[in-house]
């Protein structure tokens, strides 16, 4: 099983500044990671897939990078309605399907 | 605009069985690959089943495996989740999600419902 691990488990940037979040896979998954962001009491959505291939709708101040077993989605410069925890997960070698444990970005 | 509803969720007694239904519209369901999801309360996700269109190819997390099946009706737009012997390890916001592109990851979720099971 790939093992998605997420760092740091919490992120306090103020609003403008720039936040990356980071995964690491415990084996290479190629370029097969997605990222979705859920706020409190919401289901979770789609940000990136493919690693730097925004989702619909979704902002370009979000990007996301990475090959292999290390990943990385940069918020460029924060908006309060950023809050929220954001999940890497990978669909190289699956199943099972794996999310990391999460990045809580509080602003 | 896809739109995907949980519903089903209630509360069980430990070793008791539940059907969750997720209703999709806005979209041709039978065109698309779907899953099933959950969130244990404060915890992170958990992906827990899969199946394609014609439901030839299905898959579960070993945490579920042979107590939950995973089916869909194509003609009314419904996936299923039949879980069975369930235990307080299952509590969690179940939430089914559409796979855009038959690759494994999900572009569009419904708002979950919620499972508890407790004596």
């Known amino acids: 099983e790939v093992v998605m691990m997420q760092s740091p488990a919490t992120l306090s940037v103020s609003p403008g500044e720039r936040a990356t979040l980071f995964c690491r896979a415990n084996?290479?998954?190629?370029?097969?990671v997605s990222w979705y962001q859920q706020k409190p009491g919401q289901a979770p959505r789609l940000l990136m897939y493919?690693?730097?291939i925004r989702a619909t709708g979704i902002p370009a101040r979000f990007s996301g990078s990475g090959s292999g077993t290390e990943f990385s989605l940069t918020i460029s410069s924060l908006q309060s309605e950023d809050a929220a925890t954001y999940y890497c997960?990978?669909?190289?070698?699956?199943?099972?399907?794996?999310f990391g444990g999460g990045t809580k970005v509080e602003i | 605009q896809v739109q995907l509803v949980e519903s089903g969720g209630v509360l069980v007694k430990p070793g008791e069985s539940l059907r969750l239904s997720c209703a999709a519209s806005?979209?041709?369901?039978?065109?698309?690959?779907m899953g099933w999801i959950r969130q244990a309360p404060g915890k992170g996700l958990e992906w827990i089943s899969y199946?394609?269109?014609?439901?030839?190819?299905?898959y579960y997390a070993d945490s579920v495996k042979g107590r939950f099946t995973i089916s869909r009706d194509n003609g009314k737009n419904l996936l299923f989740l039949q879980m069975d012997s369930l235990t307080a390890d299952d509590t969690a916001v179940y939430y089914c999600?559409?796979?855009?592109?038959?690759?494994?990851?999900?572009?569009?979720w419904g708002q979950g419902t919620l499972v508890t099971v407790s004596s």
């Open positions: 199946m394609t269109v014609s439901g030839t190819s299905i």
């Open positions: 806005g979209f041709n369901f039978g065109d698309f690959y």
């Open positions: 997960q990978q669909y190289k070698k699956w199943p099972p399907l794996t």
């Open positions: 999600a559409r796979d855009w592109r038959a690759s494994g990851w999900f572009d569009s």
């Open positions: 084996e290479s998954v190629s370029n097969s």
């Open positions: 493919g690693v730097y």
